[in-house]
Nanobody
C-alpha cells in the first residue's frame, strides 16, 4: 500500500514557476514508477509526465516538454514536478500517481494523491 500527498500548488502569473512535491508512504516507493496527471474543469484527466522507478527514464506530454521536469528522490520517498514558463492553459488540479507496472501514460495507476490546485493567471 502506498499513500501519496501532493503539495506546492498555488497561484502564479504566466511565465512563473512552481515546484510540486509528492511524498509517499511505504517502504517500497523506490519500486514504483511515478506519474503526474492534471485535470482542468470540464476536461478529462491527462498525463503530464512520468518517471521510472530508477530515475533514468522519463516521459512528457508534448504540451509541457521543455518547460516541466519530473524527478524523484527515492531516499526521501518524494517525487517532484518542476514547472517553468507556466501558461494559463496549465491551470488544473495536479495529481501524482504511483504504480508497479512501470513508466506509462495509461491513467490506470494503482495509487493516487488527493491533488493540488495550480492556477496560472494571464
Amino acid at each position: 500500500q502506498v499513500q501519496l500527498v501532493e503539495s506546492g500548488g498555488g497561484l502564479v502569473q504566466a511565465g512563473g514557476s512552481l515546484r510540486l512535491s509528492c511524498v509517499a508512504s511505504g517502504r517500497s516507493f523506490s519500486l514504483y514508477a511515478m506519474g503526474w496527471f492534471r485535470q482542468a474543469p470540464g476536461k478529462e484527466r491527462e498525463f503530464v509526465a512520468g518517471i521510472s522507478w530508477r530515475p533514468s527514464n522519463t516521459d512528457y506530454a508534448d504540451s509541457v516538454k521543455g518547460r516541466f521536469t519530473i524527478s524523484r528522490d527515492n531516499a526521501k520517498n518524494t517525487g517532484y514536478l518542476q514547472m517553468n514558463s507556466l501558461k494559463p492553459e496549465d491551470t488544473a488540479v495536479y495529481y501524482c500517481a504511483a504504480d508497479r507496472r512501470g513508466l506509462t501514460r495509461d491513467p490506470n495507476y494503482a495509487y493516487w494523491g488527493q491533488g493540488t490546485q495550480v492556477t496560472v493567471s494571464s
